[in-house]
């Protein structure tokens, strides 16, 4: 099975940086996409970003030019460098990956166990 390992959330004020990162392990051969969602309280899941393994990518409008992700295939990791956040930011950030195995066909969604983002005004 796969497992996403997040990291970098936390507290920071309006106008501040954070990088999250994501880590899959498991038997992967090859990961489709990979990037993040959020959730803010009583707000459905929402695409922040995603980025694909031929290198295309797509940004919810409310980030861009704010939020860029990358990947490092080699390592199954994905970043998301978060700059001048605004406390609309402020969510449960969920790493997110379609898997493909030598062992199985087809695409496997996995979710990560999410990492809190505060912005404070």
């Known amino acids: 099975q796969v497992q996403l390992v997040e990291s970098g959330g936390g507290l920071v004020q309006a106008g501040g940086s954070l990088r999250l990162s994501c880590a899959a392990s498991?038997?992967?051969?090859?990961?489709?996409?990979m990037g993040w969602y959020r959730q803010a309280p009583g707000k459905q899941r929402e695409l922040v970003a995603i980025l694909g393994s031929s290198g295309s990518t797509k940004h919810a409008d409310s980030v861009k030019g704010r939020f860029t992700i990358s990947r490092d295939n080699a390592k199954n990791t994905v970043d998301l460098q978060m700059n001048s956040l605004k406390p609309e930011d402020t969510a449960v950030y969920y790493c997110?990956?379609?898997?493909?195995?030598?062992?199985?066909?087809?695409?496997?969604?996995?979710w990560g166990q999410g990492t809190q983002v505060t912005v404070s005004s």
């Open positions: 997110y990956a379609t898997v493909v195995f030598t062992t199985h066909s087809g695409e496997y969604q996995y």
């Open positions: 498991g038997s992967i051969f090859s990961i489709n996409f």
